[in-house]
Structure formats: C-alpha cells, structure tokens
C-alpha cells in the first residue's frame, strides 16, 4: 500500500470542515480590513528564499526541499510566504498602484523538519503582508487583525508579546555587544551556534537546542540597544496597540527566525497547556530593506502568518463550539427506477434552490437508505414512491418532530424554505429589552399575559 510521506496529512471529513470555516472567517476579516487576496506559485527560484529569507537561517540551511526542474533551473518549495508576495510585488509592479498594498494569502509550505504536535514539513498557512507603509499604526493593524481573527473563531486565552529589532544602525550594535557576549561560552552551545556566531548571532537567540541554556537566557536584550528613534517608534505602536484595545507583553527574547526582520517582531500565543512549546499560533514582523534585498524598490513592508494546524489544534482544545454546517436538508429516498429518475430531478432542482441535498447512489435496500440519511443529519427526509408522484405529490418527514406531511411537487421549495426558515428562528431566543408593564414588545410572553 502506498502511504503519504512522513510529516505529511490527509484533511477530510470533520477535520476539513473545521479547516473550511477558518478559511471563511479569515476571507471575512480580511475584506473588512481591506485586504485582496494573492496566490503565489509552491516553488520559486531557490535564490528567491536564500536571499530573502538568509542563507544563515536553519530554514534554509537545513530545511528547505530543493530540486532542479528538467529546465536545469534550482527551485525550492516555498518554505514561508512572504518573499513569494515580496517577489510579485516587484515583478507585477504593484509599487504603481495606489499604496499600502494590502493582501492575503493561505496556502502549503514544505519545510524538511523533525514531525511532531501541530509541525508538519508539509503545513498550511494564511499570512498578510502591507507593502508602501511605514507607519507604526500599520504594526499595530496586522497585529490586532490577526487578534480579532482569534477572538472571532472564539479563542479565549491570547497572549500578544512583542520586540523591536531596532534599525540598521542599532541592530548592528546589538550584533556586536552579542559577539562579545556569547564568544567566551560559544564551546557550551551546539555546533550549529558556533557557526552562527561568525554569520548572525541573533539566531543563537532562537536556537531549539540550547534554549534552556543559563548564558542564552541572560543575553543581552535587544531593546537595551535600540537609538532614540527605535526607541520612538517601538513606543508608538505601543501607543496604537493601547488605542486598539489590545492587550500585549513586550517580551525582548522575540526575534523570530527570519534575517529580513527589523523594527517591530511579535507572536501571538494561545494559553492552553496541552500544546506545551508548540503554543504559538502565528508571528510576524516588520521587513523594511527586503523588497530592495530583492531587487525592488526601497518598501517599507509588515506581516503576519499563522499555521492553520496548531489553530485547529487550539480550537479543538478549548472545547470551541463552531457552527459547522454538518447537515443536510433534505434526503430523498427511492425504490423503482422510476423513482429514482424523479429523485435526480428533484434533488438538481432542490440544489439549484440554494439546499443541501443528497440521494440515494448505491442501490440499497429502503431501510439502508433511511441508516444513511440519519448518517448524513438530514432535517427532512423525502419517500418518493410512484403513486404520490403520479398525483404530483411526495411525502416529507421532518426528522427531528418525526412529522410527516403529502405536499404538492409544485410547493416543495417553498414548504421547505419556510420550514427550514422557522427551524433557524427557534435556535434564537428572544431577549426582552422592556421592564414590567411597559413591555411593548410582540415577541415577549409578558405581552401575551397582559
């Protein structure tokens, strides 16, 4: 039997659903926002990520899935989306259009790394990049959008930490107080920090394997080294995050794993336990200095992606009750093949009307027919049998109050419009907004008493 590779999943069923809905509540946000959406290619010039991305980064050092196309080309599965909108960015000239650019994307990435809870080396994400604005109110706007995403698939327990990289100017002083820093202890750390030591000490900062270590966690932080603009910046979006009304913890390890970040950096972390070191749920920061990096303009660039695994994940965990659309109107049901071509018709009819409808495809028996339609959650359930039919009529059954009513063919979309309309306003109790005998309104039961 052939098998998926390792790190790799199949999304189906309830799993794919709850996927779905994301995808919808995302779109949703995201329009309000302003944000249209971007679909970038799965591979790109290898030279694409180890320039934009850095070559002394472990994503590309280690992780990455190369190959050379039959052109003789070296191409890379995107291992992270932001270079792939940067690049579109610079060759579809969106520079000229009205700015900020503002998009969205959701789609695989391919990373070669260890599986484990919510890390896969093939994982989906959604992400938003601005491009043409420097304004600190723009790091906070992708900061509370992704907020308000969270907050709005129900997720409670939300914790914002930020950092500032500082500029040009201060993260090199920070690079250079780190050299001196760590130099002394480099032979305590992993093979791998010692090479970083020479080509970027901030990535021992993000190391996996030396994370515990007492010399890592008493590293200088980067906001001792911010200038006094840095500094100005970092308190203004501070400033715009307080206007938002969205509550943060600047925490000054942040320097997340990428080399184009400069300014702000933050994650967005769930508080759930059983997550344990995987509970970030997405991160992102400000890229002033990439999109010349790659040949473009000089664009001040933010963004922000989160992995659509770990979300699930954290939904599941807190209990989230989603409303999933996991049923379906109506099933019709059938014995002859007379039938059966009246239930094709009726069910293409019913679908084009706007309702979720299935039938029978496996010729069971009637019995295994009403099995399969209590399977699928069918609100109602149609018998069609041939004398109804001759007389322009079909028996419904309401599956919950177990009624069943003969309707006319003709009255079928609206008895079924109406019904199904009635079913919705019972899931919504009515709140009384009046006191005592002033009550005025219709809907109230202390109007009926009067």
Partial sequence: MITKPKGCKDIYGHEAKIWKYIDSVVDSVM???????????????????????????????????????????????????????????????????????????????????????????????FGMEVLGSDDPMADAEVI?????????????????????????????????????????????????????????????????????????KNAPTTIEYLNEESKKRFDEVKEYLDLLQIEYEVDPTIVRGLDYYNHTVFEIEADIKELGNNNILGGGGRYNGLCEMLDGPKTPGIGFACGMDRLANALELENIDLPLNEALDIFLLYVNEDEKKYAAYITQELRLAGFTVDTEYTSRSLKSQFKQ???????????????????????????KTKEEEIISLDALIYYLDEKLGMETEEDFEHICQCEGEDCNCTDCHCHDEK
């Fill in 144 to 216: 509370s959008l992704a907020v308000n995403i969270y907050k709005m698939l129900g997720l409670k327990g939300i914790k914002v930490k930020i950092n500032s990289l500082g500029d040009t100017e201060s993260r090199n002083r920070y690079r250079d107080e780190l050299v001196k820093y760590f130099a002394p202890h480099i032979n305590d750390f992993c093979c791998d920090c010692k090479e970083r030591l020479a080509k970027n000490p901030l990535r021992i900062l993000d190391c996996k394997v030396d994370r515990e270590n007492d010399i890592l």
């Fill in 31 to 125: 329009e309000k926002y302003n944000y249209t959406y971007i679909r970038t290619p799965i591979f790109e010039s290898t030279e694409l990520f180890h320039r934009g991305v850095g070559d002394n980064t472990d994503i590309v050092t280690k992780e990455t899935y190369d190959f050379i196309d039959r052109g003789k080309r070296a191409m890379t599965l995107r291992p992270e989306g932001t270079a792939g909108v940067v690049r579109s960015y610079i060759e579809n000239k969106m520079y000229g259009d009205l700015n900020p650019v503002k998009v969205y994307y959701s789609g695989t990435m391919y990373r070669y790394e260890r599986p484990q809870l919510g890390r896969n080396r093939e994982f989906t994400q």
């Fill in 373 to 399: 339609a209590d399977r699928l959650k069918a609100k109602f359930i149609a018998v069609l049998n041939s004398e109804d039919l001759d007389n322009n009529e079909i028996k419904i059954k309401n599956t």
